[in-house]
């Protein structure tokens, strides 16, 4: 079965940190370029970051610049999403995404293979 699982979602302080993990079954990750997404509430989903397939990164959203960094871990075939610095409005559910196209692209619906999400909320 094809699906991606995402992993690492948890509440945190403000200005704390996490590590999401998006792991593949029934492919190969490194294989595909990936992105990290995310639905903050009362707003659309939108692209956070994203990797290509021979690991040239983009930040997609302005205000995780500086402070989000993916990486991709080839040997474990994970794709990761390091946040610092999180602040409350980084609060929302997190995807990751898998496309076969060899370059990132903000444009959702060119991406193959979603997974359900990971919660993750920035509160004191």
């Known amino acids: 079965q094809v699906q991606l699982l995402e992993s690492g979602g948890a509440l945190v302080q403000p200005g704390g940190s996490l590590r999401l993990s998006c792991a593949a079954s029934g492919f190969t990750l490194d294989s595909y370029a990936v992105g990290w997404f995310r639905q903050t509430p009362g707003k659309e989903r939108e692209g956070v970051s994203c990797i290509s397939r021979d690991t040239m990164t983009t930040i997609i959203v302005d205000s995780v610049e500086g402070r989000f960094t993916i990486s991709r871990d080839t040997f474990k075939d994970l794709v990761y999403l390091q946040m610092n610095s999180l602040f409350p409005n980084d609060t929302g559910v997190y995807y990751c995404?898998?496309?076969?196209?060899?370059?990132?692209?903000?444009?959702?619906?060119?991406?193959?293979?979603w997974g359900q999400g990971t919660q993750v909320t920035v509160s004191s």
């Open positions: 995404a898998a496309t076969s196209r060899e370059m990132c692209n903000e444009e959702q619906d060119l991406y193959d293979f």
